[in-house]
């Protein structure tokens, strides 16, 4: 009887080291997470609808997206067109745009511009910066702006828009219409 005990004993060991084997390396099959390194895409266009209407659309030399897509850096966007209505209502061009799709915060520097024709009336802004945020509901551009409308230039040294509130915050505001000073 003690030899049929001892292999009974033996298996029940060997269940018991295959089944402590079976958990540790339970798991260490699966597949790994991606990589952290940033998706890059280079020259191309983007375009987002709405329903069935064009919401805006986007044409960049480059664009990097972090690893869990919620940090876009976009370098040279040439034409950038908001739609309102399906129709064009905001043209804009700028050297370097970050944005976090989370916060829905973005950072434009270098060279920006911006453009908007309505009843054939063209009003422009240049400057060198500016940074929205979600969360305050502010747009500020503390570089020099040069605003065009029509043959009018107006010069201001930095702007906070408050959209929240509805106000303004300007700089110094020099400008002149045709040859004459305002």
């Not at 009887?1 to 798991?27: D, E, K, N, S």
């Not at 890059?40 to 209407?53: F, Q």
């Not at 664009?63 to 209502?89: L, W």
């Not at 802004?125 to 940074?131: I, L, P, Q």
Request: charged share 15%.
């Amino acid at each position: 009887m003690a030899p049929q005990r001892t292999l009974v004993l033996i298996a029940l060991a060997c269940v018991l080291v295959y089944c402590i084997w079976g958990i540790h390396v339970a798991g260490s099959d699966a597949t790994p997470p991606p990589g952290q390194e940033p998706m890059t895409i280079s020259g191309g266009h983007a375009a987002g609808h709405r329903y069935t209407t064009p919401s805006w659309t986007l044409a960049y030399d480059y664009i990097e997206a972090s690893s869990d897509s919620t940090i876009i850096n976009a370098r040279g966007i040439h034409d950038a067109v908001i739609f309102r209505s399906g129709k064009p209502y905001l043209h804009l061009q700028a050297d370097h745009i970050e944005a976090n799709l989370i916060t829905k915060d973005f950072a434009a520097t270098g060279h920006l511009r911006a453009a908007q024709t309505i009843n054939d009336v063209t009003r422009s802004f240049a400057t060198g910066s500016a940074t929205w945020s979600e969360a305050t509901q502010q747009l500020q551009m503390p570089n020099l702006i040069r605003t065009r409308i029509h043959n009018s230039t107006v010069l201001v040294h930095g702007l906070v828009f408050d959209v929240r509130h509805d106000v303004i915050h300007l700089g110094a505001v020099d400008g002149r219409s045709g040859e004459q000073s305002l």
